[in-house]
């Protein structure tokens, strides 16, 4: 049925609000970060002012205390999802094709890491990385990271791989193929798409996560957002800094999905029209 004018004009008007109302929030760090501190939070508030990147040259290049942060950040979140991969591939297809006890346990388990605020870890793995010496390195920030990235990833695979037809990886076992085989050569081609998306969320949950570094990193290993939190001290509040490297922190992910965003849409419909 064919909507009437009115209709189209109400949807489309709350598409826009939506629309505002998630980027409003980014331009306001965007303006943020190339206006005049001084106008920050001036009152009454100033609109119109003259752009610079001094907020961005301070940052990221004189001095650039916030470039070594950004590399950090890509080397433990790319870390994280590599070894996040293999692991979470591995279990989820051993959940979708085998008869296990206590399958649905296991489910709730992962559920129920993921669910749990990544906070009441921070204790025991610290004991645990102090114990192995292995506080303010990288090793250990993406080896703790797998706590949040294998509970979402095993989920999201599991959903994937049930919608591969079980019947080729029987036809491929009638051929002497074994469940690795199958593994390789059937179920990772057919879940592409859903390994692509899997592992967009995975960087993005360690891309995003400050509660680990926080505790588990140095001044040397040091990522971004944990960076982003010098800019409060006792003697002000630097909202441009802030803003500017918030801006930063935004930039690889926005990048990823725009650069995989068709993977997305292949992930998410993945198993929709069966023939």
Not at 2 to 23: N, P, Q, S
Not at 131 to 139: A, I, S
Not at 205 to 218: A, H, R, Y
Request: glycine content about 4%; charged content about 10%.
């Amino acid at each position: 049925m064919a909507l009437k004018t009115y209709e189209k004009i109400l949807i489309y008007l709350a598409w826009i609000a939506v629309l505002l109302f998630f980027l409003t929030p980014i331009a306001w760090f965007w303006a943020l970060a190339l206006r005049p501190q001084a106008t920050a939070f001036a009152m009454p508030p100033v609109f119109f002012f003259q752009p610079h990147l001094d907020a961005f040259r301070y940052t990221f290049l004189d001095p650039g205390v916030n470039a070594p942060q950004l590399r950090n950040s890509l080397i433990v979140a790319l870390g994280a999802t590599l070894l996040n991969l293999p692991f979470a591939m591995a279990a989820a297809y051993a959940l979708s094709r085998f008869r296990l006890r206590g399958k649905r346990f296991f489910m709730l388990w992962y559920l129920s890491l993921l669910m749990a605020p990544p906070v009441v870890y921070l204790i025991p793995y610290f004991i645990l990385m102090s114990r192995l010496r292995l506080t303010g390195t990288y090793f250990s920030m993406v080896l703790i990271l797998q706590t949040l990235t294998i509970p979402m990833s095993v989920w999201l695979l599991k959903s994937f791989i049930d919608e591969v037809p079980v019947e080729l990886e029987e036809a491929a076992a009638v051929d002497g193929a074994n469940w690795f085989v199958r593994l390789v050569k059937i179920a990772l081609p057919l879940t592409l798409p859903g390994i692509v998306v899997t592992s967009m969320f995975a960087f993005v949950f360690s891309w995003n996560n400050v509660v680990f570094p926080l505790v588990l990193s140095n001044q040397r290993t040091m990522t971004l957002p944990v960076g982003t939190m010098n800019y409060f001290a006792t003697a002000g509040i630097t909202w441009n800094y802030i803003a500017a490297t918030s801006v930063m922190a935004m930039i690889p992910p926005m990048i990823i999905f725009l650069l995989l965003g068709r993977y997305i849409v292949r992930g998410l419909t993945f198993g929709a029209v069966k023939g």
